[in-house]
């Protein structure tokens, strides 16, 4: 069974900030990335940024420069800090295993129950 809660969402106004977390199974690092993903209404989940076990990060450009990806990989635990947020950044919020470099991850297409993030202007 596939570990993955998140936490951490809230309805904030538009300029604030939340962080998000996600407590994963712990062998998860051994063969793929982390990502954290999100859905807003009649969209696909997209996913919006990435961290390698050795801690290599990626952002798709909408969050670039505003959001944050992180990892304590003594508590099995990845992080979101979303700074500066605005009203297209609300929706679900999922963190799921990510293939990373052309390695195969046995775990991706696991989801958690996510976590919703309500950004009013």
């Known amino acids: 069974q596939v570990q993955l809660v998140e936490s951490g969402g809230g309805s904030v106004q538009a300029g604030g900030s939340l962080k998000l977390t996600c407590v994963h199974s712990?062998?998860?690092?051994?063969?793929?990335?982390m990502g954290w993903y999100r859905q807003a209404p009649d969209t696909e989940r997209e996913l919006i940024s990435t961290?390698?076990?050795?801690?290599?990060?990626t952002y798709e450009d909408s969050v670039k420069g505003r959001f944050a990806i992180s990892q304590d990989n003594a508590k099995n635990t990845v992080y979101l800090q979303m700074n500066n947020l605005k009203t297209e950044d609300t929706a679900v919020y999922f963190c799921?295993?990510?293939?990373?470099?052309?390695?195969?991850?046995?775990?991706?297409?696991?989801w958690g129950q996510g976590t919703q993030v309500t950004v009013s202007s």
């Open positions: 799921a295993a990510v293939a990373w470099r052309g390695v195969y991850c046995p775990w991706a297409n696991h």
């Open positions: 961290i390698s076990n050795d801690g290599i990060t």
């Open positions: 712990e062998y998860i690092f051994s063969r793929c990335a």
